[in-house]
């Protein structure tokens, strides 16, 4: 076909959103695999190392146990899903790497949506480590664990659409690494200390931190007699903060990608 003496071409069919979700999601896995497996070992290495520390002021199987390990093990996720997510994306938008997505018929939603997911996945192996080898170390009941399963895809989510919009919505690469780094300074003092210990303001700013509930849930399932009502309650905190956040992100690359 001709228009005013020009050839059109047609492109092809945008590919649907969940399949194109999917498609990101392992490109992104795999390349994690890859690249970010020594910092894995980091973030995991980090959390055990600080829950050794702790362990010489905080006695083992009570409540400020169960929140040095929750918050211990939920510190993996802040260390990848937030700061590394928010440096990679911040750099990506600086060398121009999200023009090269903006040429593929994949929805703007499906990048943003399928890397978070793949940076918060990668940290479970960290997360259930860490939780282990706390519970072991602080005298704690083993039976809770599990619960590790579902605060992470879930506060995954919630510093990965956090991580994601830090790094789209700043201007430069190296604010986007002061963020994720802010962001996860946020997360180990406000997560892993005791709320008992924390002073009246940093108990208040530790309500707005999205991975704070995912931390209570965690130390709430360490109990030897848990209350299920507010394990389930702080994660869906966690839930309503994670869609929320990967909204943001989506809007966030959606605005980046048009600049």
Known sequence: MARGGEAVVALGPRVAVWGALVAVYRAQLSRARVARIPLLFVATFQSV????????????????????????????????????????????????????????????????????AAYASFTVPGVLVVAFVGALLYQLPLGGLWVALAVVPLVGAALAGLGAALGLLAPRAELATLCGQLGM??????????????????????????????VDALAVALDPRPDWGSVVANLTVCAVVGAVALALATWAYRRAAVR
């Open 49 to 116: 190392g600080i829950m050794v520390l702790m362990r010489g002021v905080v006695d083992g199987g009570g409540e400020e146990a169960r929140a040095v390990v929750a918050g211990s093990a939920v510190l993996v996720v802040a260390f990848v899903a937030l700061n590394l997510l928010a440096q990679y994306f911040g750099h990506l938008r600086a060398a121009g790497g999200l023009d090269h997505y903006a040429t593929l018929p994949v929805p703007g939603a499906a990048v943003a949506l399928g890397t978070a």
């Open 185 to 214: 300074s946020a997360a180990l003092l406000l997560g892993v200390l005791p709320e008992s210990r924390l002073p009246e303001l940093a108990r208040w700013l530790r309500e707005l931190l999205p991975s704070s509930y995912g």
